[in-house]
């Protein structure tokens, strides 16, 4: 089984002719509300993927708490453990422009109160925990102390940021997925010489860890020991490119833990994370299974 600790946010989202420089003011249409949140968002990729998730976290008592949570119940995804805490749900404002690129401030309301004492009784050995970096470095750092402890493995994506908080952790989980800057990031905290994305990749694996460096739309590089992999990214008609990390992470996560080949599992993850891109909001547009294995039929994962 999948278990996702992390964030859940509402998105709320307005299509802008460009972003916003420092200090500037741009005026778009009507806002959207999405639910969204990088462990929420990759829950339900997972789920949609096919895999058994169940989500920890927390969700506030305002009325964002319902919306930010329906996508992950209509889905299935467990949420026994998520908790409805006095306070604000988690919220992003995001801008995306013509091209799709984004602009995401997040206010993280009572996602800085989970607490990894919630994963007690329901994480065991042979799950998959996936962490990303919404949460506060601490409860990330005692989740991975306590999947250690029942054996279960560790996906770590270091998204927002490949803050320094993270170098220690990698060597102590068994996945790690960071973009370029992220891993250009905490490659250099882990004094890694080598200044491409390649140098940075094997700067994060290990004999039996595997790293995964996302190049957005030029594919991949991933490396576990010697054995070094690259998938290159199919083009595709960019809508809103928020989430496509978050479904990739979800969607190799459910391949992985199905006990995909890791060829197969790059595969996945990278036609999952370019269909994210076709449509409006980060989980309305996460792909089913099928869509996901339609189009990394068409990839091939390189290896050496
Ligand atoms: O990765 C995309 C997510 O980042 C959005 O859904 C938003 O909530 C922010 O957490």
Known sequence: MIIVFGSINLDLVVALPRLPRPGETIVGPDHQAFAGGKGANQALSARRAGASVRMVGAVGSDSHAGPALANLTAAGVDLSHVRHLEGATGIAMIGVDAGGENLI???????????????????????????????????????????????????LNTAPSGDTALAGLVDRVDIVVANEAEAAELAQARGAAGTDAEAHC?????????????????GLVARRGKKRWRVAARAVEVVDTTGAGDAFVGALAAALDRG?????????????????????????????????????????????
């Open 260 to 304: 995909a080949p890791v060829e197969r599992a790059l595969c996945e993850g990278t036609a999952a994370g370019a269909l994210a891109c076709t449509a409006n909001g980060a989980q309305s547009s996460a792909p089913d299974a099928d869509a996901i294995a339609a189009l990394a039929d068409t990839l091939t994962c390189s290896a050496e």
């Open 105 to 155: 401030m997040c206010a993280s309301g009572v996602n800085a109160r989970v607490v990894p004492e919630w994963l007690d009784g329901c994480l065991e050995t042979g799950d998959l925990l996936v962490l990303q970096r919404e949460l506060e470095a601490e409860p990330i750092a005692e989740a991975v102390r306590r999947a250690e402890a029942v054996g279960a493995r560790v996906l």
């Open 202 to 218: 094997a700067a994060l694996a290990g004999p039996e860890r595997l790293a995964v460096v996302t190049l957005g739309g030029r």
